[in-house]
């Protein structure tokens, strides 16, 4: 039997951006998040792989939030953080915030039910965490 996920994983935004921050923010700090994933990921499940699972993410996400149901079916949405982080972008602050929280947990939901809770949380943690591009945010070793 596995434990509960660390706190640090339960809200994939909350290293990342403040208590304050606006949807620009929130959206940046989602790309952020997507380009660590990207990099930790595709050595050991390659490109495609990445790629997939940004999608299927993206589905299950918009399952439970409707403006991203209805711009989806609107668009044709390749596996393009960039689309995602100009959505989010365009969204009230509370809701950038729900969607970029819900499309991390869809995310680690559907990768630990490829990999396994713990597998996930261990490849997920330096992404999950403050973004790669600021040094002083990592954590020791």
């Known amino acids: 039997m596995h434990g509960p996920p660390s706190p640090r994983l339960i809200a994939p935004l909350a290293d990342r951006i403040g208590d304050d921050a ?39 996400t918009a399952a439970a939030h409707p403006g991203l149901a209805a711009w ?38 559907l990768l630990a039910s490829l990999v396994g809770p713990s597998l996930s949380e261990r490849l997920l943690r330096a992404a999950w965490g403050p973004p790669t591009s600021d040094p002083s945010a990592e954590e020791p070793t």
């Open 22 to 60: 606006d949807a620009a923010r929130i959206a940046e700090a989602i790309a952020l998040f997507w380009c660590d994933v990207d990099r930790d990921l595709s050595p050991i499940v390659g490109r495609r792989g990445v790629t997939a699972l940004f999608e299927r993410s993206l589905q299950l």
């Open 72 to 109: 989806r079916a609107g668009h044709e949405l390749p596996a393009d953080p960039s689309a995602l982080k100009a959505l989010v972008a365009g969204q009230a602050d509370a809701d950038a915030v729900r969607l970029g929280n819900a499309f991390g947990h869809a995310f680690r939901e």
